[in-house]
């Protein structure tokens, strides 16, 4: 394998029970690429995820770059499951790393420097604030490579704008490479290298410009779907 | 040594560590297995009523049998835990009848603190240390589990290796209780001091600390009450404990 590519992806083929979810996919994935994966619901984006981090059974080639250190934030990962627990921030984070200056420069670097926010118990964050603070725990440990399934899920269309641009200056400031998995389109079209959108059995996969045609969405999301390329 | 105080330390150690564990099953909300699991320890407390040996030692082997069988009878019949986990507990409750007397039906019950022993005592201490030094150890990493499975295989935790651990600090903990409640009580040794302690707590440090706290609290009160008064120690211990939560749940801090 080239060094320079840090995912690479052979005819990967997905079944879940009897349904193929993933059918014959190719593409690679370039150190410092943002590469977002758009389609319908249902079309096996999350499952894709999940196969690339190697929870699922699979068919094909998945192959990282040796030693890479990878950064995951499933969907859904919402105050659901974490409200009713007693957990502040400060603990959230000691269950990864014991370093507390790193925890509170992490922290810092979302926008969240308070000394109040460190010691409040999670579910007593607002939504905007618990995504911040996922980013921030998803980047405490240096990783490489980072996958997030629908970052801004809960998340009102302002706070969404400010995780993406929150996540595009760690992008920057990390030299990471991202894998992010999104409904927005706009967010696509402004900070992706490459997109890969599925839909069932079928996949494009390109730069933005090339594949966020009115015509290519057709082909995925079915005719209902409208996208306006913004003018630069 | 006096009973009392051999009753007094063994009752700490398990009521201390049931709570801590206690907080890990409340999260997982699964605080009422060890009801079951309670009952059918039955037939080997039954055993080791009518041969003299300690009731936790009677009672592990049941416990690992039963959780055996509800996950190999899972795996063949497919029908949900819960219904399979009655089938087994009702069983071992049945099975026990047939052979216990009557006049040790109650001990079986409800526990009887007052009749360990030097040994029975300094065996529950040192299998309640480690213990304690396993689930501390095994904590971070069960929360995580908890909070999504996904996020714990990221960070290159061992899923079956920590649920194997925590079943298995399930069962011994259920043996010993079985010696200081009974059978018919062991889920509430678990249950009651974490959901207290989750009631006063905003964090983990203060949840994991409070809940042990109240299990002491619970165990050491019910058996001097036992001491003064002959009441039996097991059933005051869960209702002190039962007063402790009532009290904290008046104090809930708003949200």
């Not at chain 1, 109040?116 to 118990?121: A, G």
């Not at chain 2, 043996?175 to 983990?204: D, W």
């Not at chain 2, 209702?239 to 708003?254: C, E, G, M, P």
């Amino acid at each position: 394998m080239r060094r320079d590519y840090i995912l690479e992806v052979k005819n990967l083929a997905v079944r879940l029970g009897n349904v193929s979810v993933i059918d014959n996919l190719s593409f690679k994935v370039k150190r410092g690429e943002i590469l977002t994966i758009v389609g319908p619901n249902g079309a096996g984006k999350t499952v894709l995820l999940r196969t690339l981090l190697g929870f699922l059974p699979h068919q094909g080639e998945i192959n990282w770059q040796k030693g890479v250190k990878i950064g995951y934030l499933p969907q859904g990962l919402t105050f659901l499951k974490v409200r009713d627990l007693p957990l502040s921030v400060k603990e959230f984070f000691l269950l990864k790393t014991k370093n507390e200056n790193k925890i509170q420069r992490c922290l810092s670097l979302v926008g969240l420097p308070d000394k109040e926010i460190y010691t409040k118990r999670i579910g007593d964050l607002s939504g905007g604030q618990f995504q911040r603070m996922l980013i921030a725990w998803a980047l405490i440990n240096e990783p490489q490579v980072l996958l997030f399934d629908e970052p801004t899920t809960g998340v009102d269309i302002g706070g969404a704008k400010t995780i993406y641009s929150l996540l595009f200056n760690c992008w920057k400031e990390y030299n990471l490479t991202i894998i992010l998995v999104t409904h927005d389109l706009n967010i696509v079209y402004k900070y992706s290298t490459n997109v890969l959108c599925l839909n069932k059995d079928r996949f494009c996969y390109g730069p933005p410009q090339n594949i966020l045609t009115p015509e290519a969405l057709k082909r995925i999301y079915g005719p209902e779907i409208k996208f306006y390329k913004h003018q630069h | 040594m006096s009973s009392l105080v051999l009753s007094l330390v063994s009752g700490i150690s398990i009521g201390g560590l049931a709570a801590y564990l206690g907080t890990l099953m409340l999260q997982k909300r699964m605080s009422l297995v060890a009801g079951p699991l309670g009952h059918l320890t039955l037939p080997g407390v039954a055993l080791a009523l009518l041969y003299g040996f300690d009731v936790s030692i009677g009672a592990f082997p049941f416990v690992i049998l039963g959780i055996i069988l509800i996950w190999l009878l899972e795996l063949r019949t497919k029908l949900p835990p819960e219904a399979l986990t009655a089938i087994i507990f009702a069983s071992g409750v049945a099975i026990a009848f047939l052979f216990l007397p009557l006049k040790q039906a109650e001990v079986a019950l409800v526990g009887d603190i007052t009749r360990v022993n030097l040994i029975d005592t300094i065996v529950s201490v040192i299998v309640c240390f480690v213990l304690f030094l396993v689930i501390r150890k095994i904590f971070p990493q069960m929360i995580l589990i908890n909070i999504s499975e996904d996020l714990a295989k990221v960070e290159g935790v061992d899923i079956k290796k920590y649920n194997f651990l925590y079943l298995l600090a399930i069962g011994i903990i259920v043996s010993l209780g079985v010696k200081l409640v009974g059978s018919l009580l062991t889920a509430a040794l678990v249950a009651i001091p974490s959901a207290a302690a989750r009631n006063l707590s905003k964090n983990l440090h203060s949840y994991t600390l409070l809940a042990p706290i109240f299990g002491i609290i619970s165990a050491v009160s019910g058996i001097l009450v036992y001491y003064f008064t002959k009441l039996p120690a097991g059933p005051i211990i869960i209702l002190i404990n039962t007063l402790i939560f009532v009290i904290s749940a008046i104090f809930k801090r708003k949200p």
